[in-house]
């Protein structure tokens, strides 16, 4: 028996190890011929098993090979492979229609060690690619690796350049962020650097955003491009036509804070921002702040009214106001007393300044703060600037009665955009946002003045274009019942306020008719240093510039943001803004017959 | 019309008459096509493998890869051309060669990326434990017969001694892909040799505890594991990018030489030499790919099955079983199935080594499933043997 040879060594080691063997051995045996008698076949059907489990794992493999390649979604978004740049989602208006869109572009490469003909090869490339610069071909074409060349290339570049066949040129795919409208929108939309991180307006505001839903569908706005188009087609026409320095259109709807429309004068081309001088790449609806100047009686008014420090039959005596060594003037001089809607329609700073003082500082303080003006505009985009308010939290006489009529108070065309949309959609300050907001859920706003308040300050807007004193008849568009303010704000040039050069602005509601809380837009039309043109009689006021542009907007719009167009009125017995009075609110505006 | 003879007529008892009537027509045409698909995509991976590790002849690799592949051929001809015998001595020898020089290489190894495994000689290097295998699981099988056999040879010990000893070595360099393969090429030969089953739970929980000891004892092994289980935060670049290239690829894929992962990828000729093809010839492609191995091992496996010898039947099995896993575990490895292993897609992956040892693997295989008088049962299939009976 060989276990015993093996067994038979004299080394106690080697005989443990010997009958561990042994044991080991007789056991597999013993269990073997106790398993099973036919060794045969059980050897056969274990290999079938085997061959069973292998075909099972080679069909899992199909299937995972098949997953892997048709529905796992890698590679698409965010790839390392396909684009360069992150993937960022389309941008899209409120219905849809593109404003930003991701393409596949190509970035194209030169290997030197597979090319044959370096000569011919740079020669070919740089005739085919005039963006590209020699020194960099060359340079290229002289190192010892592939190197990237130039990116960007439309894929009729590619194809070009791929046809001529040049051996040791290719492509690789790169994300490209094209902007479809060009200069439209430009500063709302903003852009976005080569690598696919948003830069500037929408762009960046949302940037995380746009890159999570990359290749979930668009993102979608509340810009409306047909409201964005009208806002900038005419900003751009009256800023040439009255040669300004810079200009702003704000389209918003007042229930939501939806901003429609965002223009800012000069623009750029969002596909070239790097083409565009420095000055034209601020967005001065949202990162530039003026001393807006008479529309800022609006907010003065509203808290007048609201606190109960005036009603709309309140009177001032206009002759003249003299706070210390001061003297406020008004520009078109009304000498006794007047009323109330009066002092709005006239723009009297004494007026307005007397009723703030009145009111008192802390009372305007606390309203101005609640207008949101103290602070920048609630809006997504980083760019919203910060006012610039007067020093000192006790504001004095003088500081109350300026900054009643916009004086020495610098805000942003957003804020006041912010803050009159609040006052007039019934009385709720409504963030403003750049999203599109679903018209079930409005947002709940904060109540800065009485549904009260809001109707007067409605009806006196309206006053303002339709009374024949009124200084925004200009902005009337037919039956669509438009009401504004006016602001001619002197600029301050040289730390000191400019005779002749201004700030032109128009803020504008429509429609000021119907129910407090049907459809209502505020358009807010600036112009900075308008040009005096014979055809305004020499004027550079907010009536002869900013006014008629708006009502323009305001006329191309309507039918965009549905607002019905009223039947034109018959030739009225009585003035038309009698004819416009609102039931029941008797008396606040009966001042047309008497001041005419 | 007088017909053409063919090269090998039935009547022709040359050797390589012989040869060619008695080696399976299946295997071989499989193993042809996989090793010229290995070629083809040696061209489109090449010029980029090359271009990244800074080698001027962008072809670097692809001929390299077309000597290896005729060389791969020659081991799987002369392989295959051995009797049951000539296989065992050859493995016995390969077994005691490549064993003495895994022991050397500690001392006269090549050392790359963690690990030594290489031998360096003439511009080439080898990889002794490649060889040795195929080699292991022959002598196994061989061990596990002749234990059966009842003449009092202590098999089952021998073949766990080789085991261990071959084990030992590759934990040393550390190789513990290596050690995997052969682990479960050796457990399905022990299993094929009619193991109790009551010792393969027994072999299970020791396999287990094996695993488990391995995690904890190799940092980069934990670290794989880790890296597969948590998607986040943790550097999974070769297989993200492997990824992306599969699903580029869809189902036509992007185009030969269209290829953009292998530009960025590092190992893309050896290991992720399936992305590669996925993402040039698409889904189709890695169909056909996944099919062929299929077809292979499940063929062979069906030869092994038939076959009367159990020395036969444990060792091609175990060959094939080789060649099998080693070739799923790549494929799940780029698809992200499994855990990242380094480990070559047989005949495909850009590799001397793997590809001569594969074709010896292969080769031995063919040597056992030849047809020869009385190497087959008369009976043909599972139910005439009674195993549904």
């Known amino acids: 028996m060989i276990q015993h040879d093996i067994a038979d060594y004299r080394a106690p080691g080697r005989r443990w190890f010997s009958q561990v063997v042994w044991g080991l051995e007789e056991a597999f045996k013993k269990a073997k011929a106790a398993d099973q008698a036919e060794d045969d076949t059980r050897t056969r059907m274990r290999i079938f098993i085997l061959l069973a489990l292998f075909a099972t794992g080679f069909g899992c493999l199909a299937l995972g090979a098949s997953h892997s390649a048709l529905f796992s979604g890698a590679g698409k978004p965010n790839g390392y492979l396909a684009p360069l740049g992150a993937a960022r989602a389309d941008l899209t208006d409120r219905e849809g229609r593109l404003l930003a869109v991701d393409l596949i572009h190509f970035g194209v490469y030169v290997d030197p060690r597979e090319i044959w003909d370096p000569a011919e090869t740079q020669r070919v490339l740089g005739a085919a690619l005039p963006g590209l610069q020699t020194a960099r071909l060359d340079k290229a074409l002289h190192s010892d690796r592939r190197e990237y060349l130039l990116g960007g290339l439309t894929p009729e570049e590619k194809a070009r350049i791929q046809d001529m066949g040049l051996p040791g040129v290719s492509f690789e795919e790169e994300e490209h962020r094209v902007y479809p409208l060009g200069t439209s929108a430009a500063h709302v939309i903003g852009f976005t650097d080569k690598g696919g991180t948003g830069l500037a307006g929408m762009e960046l505001a949302f940037d995380e955003q746009i890159r999570r839903q990359a290749g979930q569908g668009p993102f979608a706005t509340s810009i409306d491009l047909r409201v964005q188009a009208a806002l900038d087609d005419e900003l751009e026409k009256t800023a040439i036509k009255f040669g300004v320095n810079d200009a702003v259109g704000i389209v918003t709807n007042i229930h939501t804070g939806e901003v429609l429309g965002m223009s800012s004068w000069p623009n750029y081309d969002s596909n070239v921002p790097g083409q565009a001088a420095p000055y034209n790449l601020v967005n001065r609806a949202a990162a530039s702040v003026y001393e807006p100047g008479s529309v800022f009686k609006v907010f003065s008014m509203a808290m007048a009214l609201d606190s109960g420090s005036a009603t709309m039959n309140s009177t001032y005596n206009v002759e003249s106001l003299q706070l210390g060594n001061r003297t406020i003037h008004d520009f078109h001089a009304v000498h006794g007393a007047i009323t109330l809607p009066e002092v709005f329609i006239h723009s009297s700073n004494i007026g307005t300044a007397k009723m703030a003082l009145q009111a008192g500082a802390p009372t305007l303080t606390k309203y101005f703060k609640a207008f949101g003006l103290f602070t920048p505009a609630k809006i997504e985009l980083s760019e919203s600037a910060r006012p610039i308010l007067p020093r000192g939290a006790n504001w004095t006489d003088g500081t109350v009665a300026s900054t009643s009529f916009g004086q020495s108070i610098s805000v942003s065309p957003l804020s006041l955009a912010q803050g009159m949309g609040g006052i007039l959609n019934g009385g709720e300050l409504i963030p403003l946002t750049l999203k599109k907001v679903d018209p079930a859920n409005r947002p709940k706003g904060t109540r800065i003045v009485s549904e009260d308040t809001s109707r007067k300050m409605l009806d006196l807007m309206r006053l303002n274009v339709t009374a024949k004193e009124g200084s925004g008849g200009k902005a009337d568009a037919p039956g669509l019942s438009v009401g504004g303010k006016t602001g001619t704000a002197q600029l301050v040039i040289d730390k000191k306020y400019s005779k002749d050069r201004v700030l032109a602005s128009f803020a504008a509601v429509f429609p000021t008719d119907g129910p407090i809380d049907a459809d209502r837009y505020f358009v807010l039309i600036m112009l900075k240093d308008p040009k005096r043109l014979p055809e305004t009689f020499g004027f550079a006021t907010a009536g002869w510039n900013a006014a008629p542009a708006a009502g323009r907007v305001i006329d191309r719009i309507a039918p965009f943001v549905g607002v019905r167009r009223a039947a034109p009125a018959l030739a009225a017995a009585t003035p038309i803004a009698v004819a416009a009075k609102p039931a029941g609110d008797e008396g606040s505006l009966a001042i047309e017959g008497d001041a005419q | ?389």
């Open chain 2, 1 to 389: 019309m007088t017909r053409q003879p063919h090269a090998f007529a039935r009547t022709d008892r040359t050797r390589a008459g012989v040869w060619w009537w008695t080696t399976d027509h299946v295997l071989l045409g499989v193993v042809a096509i996989l090793m010229i698909l290995g070629v083809m995509l040696s061209f489109a991976s090449s010029p980029a493998a090359a271009a990244r590790i800074g080698l001027g002849d962008p072809f670097h690799f692809a001929v390299r890869q077309c000597v290896f592949a005729v060389i791969g051929a020659c081991f799987l001809l002369g392989g295959s051309m051995l009797s049951p015998k000539g296989v065992r001595r050859a493995a016995f020898f390969i077994y005691i060669g490549a064993i003495a020089v895994m022991m050397a290489l500690p001392i006269m190894g090549h050392s790359a990326k963690g690990a030594t495994r290489w031998l360096e000689f003439g511009g080439f290097s080898l990889q002794p434990s490649e060889f040795m295998k195929p080699a292991l699981i022959v002598l196994v099988a061989w061990m596990f017969a002749e234990g059966q056999k009842n003449e009092g040879v202590p098999g089952v010990s021998i073949a766990f001694g080789l085991y261990a000893l071959a084990v030992a070595l590759l934990l040393v360099q550390p190789d513990v892909g290596q050690t995997i393969l052969i682990t479960i090429a050796f457990g399905a030969a022990f299993f094929v040799a009619g193991v109790p089953l009551r010792w393969i739970f027994g072999m299970l929980a020791t396999a287990a505890a094996g695993m488990t000891a391995i995690y904890f004892a190799f940092d980069h092994v934990a670290a794989r594991v880790h890296k597969f289980l948590s998607h986040d935060k943790v550097d999974t670049h070769q297989i993200d990018r492997a990824q992306e290239a599969i699903a580029a690829g869809g189902l036509f894929g992007r185009g030969p030489g269209e290829g953009l992962m292998k530009r960025h990828v590092p190992d893309l000729h050896t290991d992720f030499i399936y992305s590669v093809a996925a993402e040039e010839y698409g889904l189709i492609f890695s169909l056909l790919l996944i099919g062929l191995f299929a077809l292979l091992v499940t063929r062979g496996l069906y030869k092994a099955m038939k076959l009367s010898d159990p020395f036969e039947q444990i060792a091609s099995a175990g060959l094939f079983v080789l060649v099998g896993q080693q070739a799923f575990i790549n494929v799940a490895v780029n698809l992200n199935l499994i855990p990242t292993k380094g480990m070559t897609l047989p005949f495909i992956s850009y590799g001397g080594s793997s590809m001569m040892a594969m074709g010896l693997t292969l080769g031995l295989a063919l040597a056992l499933t030849r047809r020869r008088p009385g190497a087959y049962t008369a009976t043909e299939g599972l139910a005439r043997a009674g195993a549904y009976a």
